[in-house]
């Protein structure tokens, strides 16, 4: 059964991803289509980004209230049919509406999968299926790129969006033959809204929950420049072609498939705190190599590639214990602290590749000093939550 459920949430916290990786590759395609710049494309990812985080306050909260499945089952009706209009748009601006529509639906799998979990098991179980999960789910932006290269090389770039739309179908039949609802009636709160006001005020305020947040979005901003960079890192500096995006993607997950369980069992041998000591440590030393190599060297496969491999296995064993420090100071409220907590990790996520990365996307060191620059704001938020 815990296998099943596994690849359940974990397929639910793929939607996201899989609606940002699978169409990087086809941004120069959409560009010439729509007769648009590379900045006005890059628009339809930030703008994803932005509403998949922005509903991420609520979705916890929404759970919290009607139930785990209703909030799955709807937000997957929404995704599908944004994914049919980016599939059938017949302009920029329809394909930005329907890139909203998707940004707004996707985020409900991630926020509730970690409600859920946190709704069925505690301590070291807890831990090892957050990095079960983790493990399945790193798939997902190892293997969109590809597949979106290849899509787009044979069918073209609507085809992704056929795509998206037939694994939210699956997705929805999925859930609603096998999930369970996992929270009671009876330890449902009402959807009253002062009340849920002072429970988002009362997290907010809690310095060591945002704290410990910031610490985990920020240290996964250096994984959003390389993603917020894919298109122009793959064709412009390593001048790779479309369907190589495995050049990146795959080195980025393997980190995560190989570190998320390996957390897991590391679980009950250190404290989650050692962990993530250990982890910041691993993250250091790829930072830095890559800072060197770039410095030094013209960026080529592989080598342009290994410290991200590197850094990604280091970060996977440090996202399971931040995330459930941070969820277990509010265990009554576990489904609203996982929705603020992805909202902080996700706005980071956006503003890094949206904003961050189109400054640095043009130089494989600039990028290498931006990861860095993220590693070290991430290790700052994580010594002053250890004070509090």
């Not at 909260?61 to 929404?78: A, E, H, K, M, Q």
Request: aromatic share 14%.
């Amino acid at each position: 059964m815990n296998i099943l459920l596994t690849l359940l949430l974990a397929g639910l916290t793929m939607v996201g991803p899989l609606a940002i990786d699978t169409y990087l590759p086809s941004f120069p395609a959409i560009a010439r289509d729509f007769g648009a710049s590379a900045i006005a494309i890059q628009q339809t990812l930030s703008l994803f980004l932005f509403c998949f985080a922005f509903m991420m306050l609520f979705y916890g909260t929404l759970s919290d209230t009607f139930g785990r499945r209703p909030v799955i089952l709807w937000s997957l009706v929404l995704y599908i049919a944004a994914s049919v209009g980016g599939a059938l748009a017949g302009s920029l601006g329809l394909l930005l509406v329907c890139r909203v529509l998707q940004g707004l639906a996707s985020g409900a799998g991630s926020v509730v999968s970690r409600a859920i979990v946190q709704d069925r098991f505690e301590g070291a179980s807890a831990q090892r299926i957050l990095g079960h999960i983790m493990m399945v789910f790193g798939l997902a932006p190892a293997l969109a790129p590809i597949l979106g290269g290849w899509l787009q090389v044979t069918y073209g770039w609507r085809s992704i969006f056929w795509f998206l739309t037939l694994f939210g179908v699956v997705m929805l039949l999925a859930v609603w033959r096998w999930l369970p609802e996992s929270l009671a009636p009876e330890k449902r709160h009402p959807f009253e809204v002062k009340p849920i006001a002072a429970n988002y005020l009362r997290v907010l305020r809690d310095r060591r929950f945002l704290l410990l947040a910031v610490a985990l979005g920020v240290a996964f901003g250096g994984f959003a420049l390389y993603i917020g960079s894919a298109a122009y890192f793959i064709i412009n500096i390593l001048h790779l072609p479309e369907t190589a995006f495995g050049w990146l993607f795959i080195p980025l997950v393997a980190g995560m498939v190989v570190g998320s369980p390996l957390s897991g069992k590391l679980a009950h041998r250190y404290s989650q705190a050692q962990l993530v000591w250990y982890s910041y440590a691993g993250m250091a030393v790829a930072a830095l190599a890559n800072v060197a190599y770039t410095h030094f060297f013209t960026a080529a496969v592989p080598w342009a590639v290994l410290p991200l491999f590197f850094y990604s296995l280091a970060l996977a064993v440090a996202m399971p214990p931040l995330s459930l420090l941070a969820l277990n100071l509010f265990p009554h409220n576990s489904g609203l602290a996982a929705s603020l907590q992805s909202f902080i990790q996700m706005t980071l996520f956006a503003l890094v590749s949206g904003l961050v990365a189109p400054l640095l996307f043009d130089s494989a060191f600039k990028l290498a000093c931006g990861v860095l620059g993220c590693l070290v704001v991430s290790l700052l938020a994580w010594v002053l939550a250890q004070r509090h």
